[in-house]
């Protein structure tokens, strides 16, 4: 048998009303701050002495308010625990390996997928980087709310993302030469957080977490780190082929090679140049000795980044940086084009994606002419990064800070907002009541629902 999700004695259906009282509670403790706040403006200043006892106790009082949901949250977790062992005791559905929330929830995770059942979904969103005033480093920020794939493969973005203001900045820089350039340490600051239970919840991610900058000049790093070798093409032990790198098509010096007069740092870059026929394209393996030891795994966040520009901004052709199969097929969703209208000056393209749950045998990132370039156009390439996100936590956003043309210095800061429309009730319940932020959990979400949120009632 499958679990009951609705209807008579249905998961959701008891949730929902646990929930619906849970909702009930939290407005009564937000009454409470609001009355108390209306009975204090009754008072002018020299009176205030009168109500300071009511506005001392006012977060004691509107906890004892709200005691009754952690009562709440206790039934809601017995009452997942219990249905999803009870049902996997039939032998015809999942597997419960152990009595748990955790357990609990991947069960019921895997048995809305098999389903097809879904409940209302929440939207996050990333804005625009703004930099600090007075900044020196010249280099980018990257965010994003895409999830893991694992256990869930169909959510759009990572539900439960806080809505706050985050900020980055460099606290070790490398003038002291404690640290390398283009490492530098920087700090991740976001709001404060909440308990679960608190009227306030969801509030701020409270993260206050390290991380190192990313460039190319660091080979084969772990996580938060470049993971492939020599992509600041600062290596040609053969002329015009980049240590590490393969020839598939195009002949090195003519179609491709070294360019030591443009790029963006170090003393060396690589280039495409354009006859108007060829598609040249190099590339190199990963987990292989021959290429880059480090390897991508199944449903991780990455983020592939290269500094690109072209000679002259006009003409034909366009250079294809991908991860791809053997056979040349690209790993889907990780593909960057860039055409001559990125212009004369190097600019930043990224682009994020989560592994496939089924990964190719062997990978490979390429750089290709994927049309050709026109006769006498050159695009040039450097600092090209393929790092693992950090996550500030398990349910929270990634982040990854690259290295420009010119270093950070401490105090350089960027600072974004993430954003949460909310509007996914059982998800934000769920996250209330078992904590599915720090568990990096998602339940199964779409537009059209199949589980209605008016179950919460």
């Known amino acids: 048998m499958a679990l009951t999700l609705t209807g008579s004695g249905g998961v959701f259906t008891r949730l929902g009303k646990i929930f619906g009282m849970m909702s009930d509670v939290r407005t009564h403790m937000s009454d409470i701050e609001t009355e108390i706040a209306d009975v204090q403006g009754a008072y002018a200043a020299a009176d205030s002495w009168m109500v300071a006892s009511l506005v001392a106790a006012k977060e004691a009082r509107i906890a004892q308010a709200g005691g009754v949901m952690n009562d709440l949250r206790t039934i809601a977790i017995d009452t997942l625990v219990e249905m999803c062992w009870a049902d996997s005791q039939t032998g015809l559905s999942g ?17 809305m997928d098999a389903a097809v059942a879904s409940v209302n979904l929440n939207t996050s969103s990333v804005g625009s980087p703004a930099l600090g005033a007075g900044n020196t480093g010249t280099g980018k920020l990257v965010v994003s709310v895409e999830p893991t794939n694992l256990p869930t493969p169909n959510v759009a973005t990572m539900s ?21 350039k283009g490492a530098e340490t920087f700090e991740i600051r976001g709001l404060a957080a909440y308990d679960n239970l608190d009227r306030r919840f969801p509030a701020g991610s409270g993260v206050r977490q390290s991380i190192s900058c990313v460039s190319a000049s660091i080979d084969a790093g772990g996580l938060g780190q470049n993971m492939l070798r020599n992509t600041d093409f600062e290596n040609f032990t053969t002329a015009n082929v980049a240590d590490y790198w393969t020839t598939v098509t195009g002949t090195a010096g003519t179609h491709f090679g070294q360019e030591t007069t443009t790029f963006l740092r170090g003393a060396s870059a690589f280039k495409m140049i354009g006859d108007g026929t060829v598609l040249a394209e190099v590339r190199q393996q990963l987990g292989s000795t021959a290429g880059t030891p480090a390897q991508i795994q199944a449903g991780r966040l990455y983020c592939l980044a290269v500094w690109i520009r072209h000679s002259t901004g006009s003409g034909a052709g366009n250079v294809r940086i991908q991860l791809e199969n053997a056979a040349g097929t690209a790993v889907s969703g990780t593909t960057i084009d860039t055409t001559s209208a990125v212009g004369t000056s190097f600019t930043h393209k990224t682009i994020v994606f989560r592994a496939p749950n089924v990964l190719p045998s062997t990978i490979y990132v390429s750089i290709e002419q994927s049309t050709a370039l026109a006769a006498a156009g050159v695009m040039y390439i450097d600092e090209l990064c393929l790092v693992e996100m950090v996550q500030i936590a398990a349910g929270g956003c990634g982040v990854t800070m690259f290295a420009g043309a010119t270093d950070w210095v401490i105090d350089d800061r960027i600072s974004v907002k993430t954003d949460n429309d909310g509007l996914g009730l059982f998800v934000v319940y769920f996250d209330i009541a078992f904590n599915m932020y720090e568990k990096g959990l998602f339940l199964p979400q779409a537009a059209s629902e199949t589980i209605n949120d008016n179950l919460i009632s």
Do not use: F, T, W
């Open 95 to 111: 597997i419960l390996p152990r009595k748990d929330l955790d357990s609990a929830l991947l069960y019921l995770i895997r048995d």
């Open 160 to 180: 439960n993302v806080r809505a706050e203001k985050l900020e980055v900045r460099c606290i070790q820089d490398a003038q002291g030469q404690a640290i390398l």
